[in-house]
């Protein structure tokens, strides 16, 4: 039995899915620099005669499914499974595993980052010191750029799961005080608080959204969350730009109700005309989509799927966390 794996997936993971199928392909989508087209991944399965396939970004759709009947699992290296017709492979009874949490680490690092960098001036004042701006004595910066400490600052989450949770951890080196808006996060953190959105809105001097793209978080971040937060206080977005509405933002940033914002997502990707509004903008820290670039992300996938793989392949369960389509299987193996 062969499984296609056209995600990047180290050497280690890939002897470890052998082991468990029998064969391995690998056809990184990195080494055509693109996903694979419809019709290619099609091709693809059907000439490694592939009963499973491991991606991470390919659409995987149900022309795919209807195309390859023999194919048993998808395994998806991504935090969401948004690239896989998910009703389609229930329907033919296909679990869908993924990797819910894989870059984590990498984003609560940039989370960290960004915030002690936009606190501490220092992009700006790296751009004026490199434009030849500093021609008087050391206080002429020192004035300039003085900035303030992450220390025992508090920081309000609006999503707590994988990301805001790990955030979370790493502010605890900070005295920080956390609390989070979570209507699905059922387990007790008795280091953290959980509040209303309203609440964290307006308690926190740094407030970060951590979302999916659902038909109830589109737009659920508007003027009534802006309007209550400090003047003081740093909007965070590393999630989805659509959980945002886009006009109340930009009038906030413009109007200087709040501090500023760190934006590393954006409504057009590549930005167009429309985003560059927010990215131009004096008070705002735009990065482009980079929260999740890290090599190491790529073994945590890895380590996620592969432990899911062999829990279904081995123990014959369904009871995985990582096992997206579970409750609409019928069957074990």
């Known amino acids: 039995m062969t499984v296609l794996i056209t995600a ?17 392909t690998y056809h990184s989508w990195k080494e055509q620099g693109r996903a694979y087209r419809e019709d290619e991944l099609i091709q693809l399965l059907k000439e ?32 969401m499974p948004s690239n896989v017709d998910v009703a389609a492979a229930s329907k033919r009874d296909i679990p869908i595993f993924y990797t819910p949490g894989r870059n984590a680490q990498a984003v609560a690092e940039m989370f960290i980052g960004h915030v002690i960098s936009f606190l501490r001036h220092t992009s700006t004042s790296n751009q004026w010191l490199k434009d030849g701006k500093w021609d ?11 900035g303030n400490e ?8 609006v999503g707590f799961g994988a990301v805001g949770q790990r955030i979370a951890k790493l502010l605890t080196a900070f005295d920080c005080k956390v ?9 007790d953190h008795p280091l953290y608080e959980k509040v209303s959105l309203k609440t964290v809105f307006s308690d926190s001097d740094i407030v970060s959204v951590q979302l999916p793209r659902t038909e109830e978080t589109l737009g659920l971040i508007d003027r009534t969350c802006f ?11 590393t999630s989805r730009a659509v959980v945002v509405n886009r006009e109340d933002l930009l009038s906030v940033l413009k109007e200087h109700k709040i501090r500023g ?32 670039a890290t090599f190491e992300v ?21 009871n995985i966390p990582t096992l997206y389509n579970k409750d609409e299987l019928k069957t074990e193996v």
């Not at 990047?8 to 391995?24: A, D, H, Q, T």
């Not at 609390?179 to 387990?187: G, I």
Request: hydrophobic residues 40%; glycine residues 6%.
């Open 261 to 292: 914002a760190i934006l590393d997502v954006f409504y057009h990707e590549p930005p167009e005309k429309s985003d560059y509004e927010f990215i131009s903008l004096p008070n705002v820290l735009a990065t482009p989509h980079l929260a999740g």
């Open 48 to 79: 490694t005669h592939a009963i499973g396939l491991i991606t991470e970004l390919d659409q995987v759709t149900d022309s795919v499914f209807a195309s390859v009947p023999e194919l048993s699992f998808v395994g998806v290296c991504r935090g």
């Open 179 to 187: 609390k989070y808006y979570d209507p699905y996060v059922q387990d």
């Open 150 to 157: 992450l220390t025992g600052k508090t920081v309000g989450m």
């Open 136 to 146: 008087s004595d050391y206080l002429q910066a020192y004035a300039k750029f003085k």
């Open 227 to 237: 309007d209550l937060m400090k003047e003081s206080a740093i909007f965070v977005n």
């Open 8 to 24: 990047p997936y180290n050497e280690e993971g890939r002897k470890e899915v052998e082991k468990l199928f029998g064969s391995v």
């Open 298 to 318: 790529e073994d945590h996938h890895v380590t996620i799927l592969n432990k899911a793989l062999k829990r279904w392949k081995v123990e014959k369960t369904l």
